[in-house]
């Protein structure tokens, strides 16, 4: 099967070229390979480099999504399924800079919705968040009432209205993900787990932002087990499906075990970031119910994964 993948050099991303790789589907990347202009340059391009070891396709095209040119990049590879990941990633990225990621995230997503139907491509996966939910505590079905907060999680719950309204009007078939706090090997450091572990290692100061905060840290290896699982499962279209471990575990705890794990570093409570609304644990049953979804690795397991990684990076352990 012939299948495009955007953001497909991304964390998420090039784990699923992998997996589609290895199942014998024929891939193409689009991907800017951007910093987003905060991360920084030499970062990029090491994980960048990291990442392109584990895929085996060199079918990658570096364009923005939002180009015209994306038409005749679908013309020529004719595919079966458009796994639309690139986006900017997290809310404060996003902060950073609203018109870019807007640019990326609904210009960017229109166009491919656009091109996909000019395509005749029948098929499109669209990666959301958790973040579209607003404030939630455990246990929350795909049905719940949405309340994001934030032009991330806004943008991202637009996305998916965008997408189900092709989808209503006859145009092609959508799976809608839900991910959430996906973290892992070949990450960048600016994010809250990243950041964790490498501030123990270095005997820095964990700052963390409300005692009380859980999310639904999710390894990339379960996420992109999913993800892929659904593109692949015929029932799974027309539906919205979280993908997560589904636990959830406290940005304290989290600190926690990155220390005993550094074996030094000290931690800081501080109040709760008024950026980011309070988050618990998704329900999984529906995509354990429609395609299989079983998440393997707990947080425990998850995390001394990341740090013996880290702890042997060529980058991050200088």
Same mark, same amino acid.
């Given at each position: ?157 637009? $996305?998916?209205?965008?997408?189900? /309204?092709? @989808? ?9 993900? &839900?991910? #959430? %706090? ?109 395609? $299989?979804?079983?998440?393997?690795? /707990?947080? @425990? ?9 880290? &702890?042997? #990076? %060529?980058?991050?352990?200088?």
């Amino acid at each position: 099967m012939k299948i495009v993948v955007t953001g497909g050099l991304g964390l998420i991303g090039h784990n699923i070229v992998s997996r589609l790789e290895k199942m014998g589907h024929d891939v193409l990347i689009i991907d800017t390979m951007t910093n987003y202009g905060i991360i920084p340059q030499s970062e990029i391009d090491y994980l960048v480099e990291e990442r392109m070891k584990k895929i085996e396709t060199r079918n990658i095209r570096v364009i923005d999504i939002a180009s015209p040119s994306v038409d005749k990049i679908f013309s020529e590879f004719k595919p079966e399924i458009v796994m639309h990941l690139a986006s900017f990633p997290r809310q404060k990225v996003v902060n950073a800079n609203p018109q870019m990621g807007a640019k990326t995230m609904c210009e960017g997503l229109l166009n491919l919705l656009e091109l996909s139907v000019k395509n005749d491509i029948k098929k499109f996966l669209y990666i959301s968040s958790s973040m579209i939910y607003g404030e939630f505590k455990d246990n929350v079905k795909e049905d719940a009432i949405c309340k994001p907060e934030g032009q991330y999680g806004i943008m991202k719950y637009m $996305g998916e209205k965008l997408v189900q /309204d092709y @989808e209503r009007k006859g145009l092609l078939k959508s799976i809608t993900i &839900r991910p #959430s %706090a996906v973290y892992g090997p070949l990450d960048v450091e600016d994010r809250v787990i990243s950041k964790f572990l490498l501030t123990a290692m270095r005997g820095g100061v964990l700052k963390v932002n409300g005692v009380q905060e859980v999310l639904d840290f999710t390894y990339v290896d379960d996420a992109a087990d999913g993800i892929v699982a659904a593109a692949l499962c015929e029932e799974a279209y027309g539906g919205t499906y979280n993908i997560t471990k589904s636990h959830s575990v406290s940005l304290h705890q989290a600190a926690q075990m990155a220390v005993k794990l550094a074996g030094k570093g000290s931690i800081e409570v501080r109040d709760k970031d008024a950026d980011f609304p309070s988050r618990g644990a998704l329900d999984i049953t529906k995509a354990r119910t429609t395609f $299989g979804f079983d998440p393997k690795v /707990d947080v @425990e397991e998850g995390f001394v994964r990341y740090y013996e990684w880290l &702890r042997d #990076s %060529a980058y991050y352990n200088k």
